[in-house]
């Protein structure tokens, strides 16, 4: 069985990492730790604000937030069935499937976005990009206390 590999940018192997290429700069861990998270929390907050596409350094690509109409009935093999997602507590409570219209959104679907075609490494098709989930609320936040957000966010073309 295969064990995934959790990455993490602070941890203690990249401090060690950081020390071998930069001997001359002494920075205790936890300062790098702080200098670390701060510009994560730095990156997210400056998209969530803007709307624009960032690039990260060493070939990594491009984030930002896209947005996108979703349909609300789709054809497949000849059949009509409705393409919208469940909103289960509402379906519970009613006893028959009751659909998320997303109303608050226009219809909108928001999301973080990873544009693998910026990216400069090798084998970056085999790579996926999946927000965690503290950024991911954080979004909807965004989005919930203010309709500006709604109309700062781009819809990317996102092949």
């Not at 075609?117 to 203010?146: E, G, I, M």
Request: charged residues 30%; aromatic residues 16%.
């Amino acid at each position: 069985m295969r064990v995934p590999v959790e990455w993490r940018s602070a941890s203690l192997e990249n401090y060690k990492d950081f020390c071998k290429k930069n001997p001359n700069d002494k920075v205790s861990r936890e300062d790098w730790k702080n200098i670390v998270y701060s510009f994560n929390y730095m990156f997210i907050e400056h998209i969530l604000e803007t709307g624009e596409k960032i690039k990260l350094p060493a070939g990594i690509g491009e984030f930002s937030i896209s947005k996108k109409k979703k349909k609300r009935i789709k054809v497949r093999n000849g059949k009509e069935f409705v393409n919208l997602s469940i909103d289960w507590k509402k379906t519970k409570e009613k006893g028959k499937h009751i659909y998320n219209f997303n109303y608050h959104t226009e219809g909108y679907l928001f999301g973080w976005h990873w544009f693998k075609k910026s990216s400069r490494f090798k084998n970056s098709d085999l790579f996926y990009f999946k927000p965690a989930r503290n950024t991911s609320r954080l979004l909807s936040h965004y989005l919930k206390v203010d309709d500006k957000y709604q109309h700062i966010y781009s819809p990317w073309d996102l092949i």
